[in-house]
Structures are given as structure tokens and as C-alpha cells.
């Protein structure tokens, strides 16, 4: 089992920034594909940024392509998601996403989310 910690949600107006961090637990957090998926109300969860296996490349969705970056720090078992030019349109529940592969199999982990509200 994989624990994932969401942080740094909050409300921000237009053209503001926020950072979210999303702590994991774990030995191996280097080898853990991780990602940020958000949902709207109304609207089902969709794909928001990851990384690839092995960490070396980066996704974006095409609405937050140039305003969000994700990083991570293994040390700190943390990923992160710096989000600038936010949009009222980003608002959204944003949840971190693990994805391991053991005995070929693949599994996901997901956290309990963190709400961003951006005010027009």
C-alpha cells in the first residue's frame, strides 16, 4: 500500500499561483510513476500532468500546457505541481496519482485530493 498526502490548495484569484506537494510513503518513491489528475464539479476527473516511467519525460493537458509545471523531489519521497496564470476555469478537486509495477502487474494509488478555487 502506497499513501499519498496532498497540500497546498486554497483559493487564489485570476492570474495567481499556487503550488500543490503530494508526499508518498514508501522505499522505492524514485521508481513510482506520479501524476495530477483534478475533477470540476460536475465533471469527471480528468488527466492534468504526469510523469513517465522512469521520470525522465513530462505530460501535460493541453488547458494547462505553459501556466503548470510538475517536478519531484525523491528525497523528499514528493512531487509537486507549480500552477501560475491560474483560470477560474482551473478550479477543481487536484489529486495526486502513483502508479507502481510489481510482478508485471500495475497498480494506482490515489490521494485524498486538495481543492483549488480561483476567483475571477
Known amino acids: 500500500q502506497v499513501q499519498l498526502v496532498e497540500s497546498g490548495g486554497g483559493l487564489v484569484q485570476a492570474g495567481g499561483s499556487l503550488r500543490l506537494s503530494c508526499t508518498a510513503s514508501?522505499?522505492?518513491?524514485?521508481?513510482?510513476?506520479m501524476g495530477w489528475f483534478r475533477q470540476a464539479p460536475g465533471k469527471e476527473r480528468e488527466f492534468v500532468s504526469a510523469?513517465?516511467?522512469?521520470?525522465?519525460?513530462?505530460a501535460y493537458a493541453d488547458s494547462v500546457k505553459g501556466r503548470f509545471t510538475i517536478s519531484r523531489d525523491n528525497a523528499k519521497n514528493t512531487v509537486y505541481l507549480q500552477m501560475n496564470s491560474l483560470k477560474p476555469e482551473d478550479t477543481a478537486v487536484y489529486y495526486c496519482?502513483?502508479?507502481?509495477?510489481?510482478?508485471?502487474?500495475?497498480?494506482?494509488?490515489w490521494g485524498q485530493g486538495t481543492q483549488v478555487t480561483v476567483s475571477s
Open positions: 496519482k502513483a502508479s507502481i509495477r510489481y510482478s508485471a502487474n500495475e497498480y494506482d494509488y
Open positions: 514508501g522505499r522505492t518513491f524514485s521508481s513510482y510513476r
Open positions: 510523469f513517465s516511467w522512469g521520470g525522465s519525460n513530462t
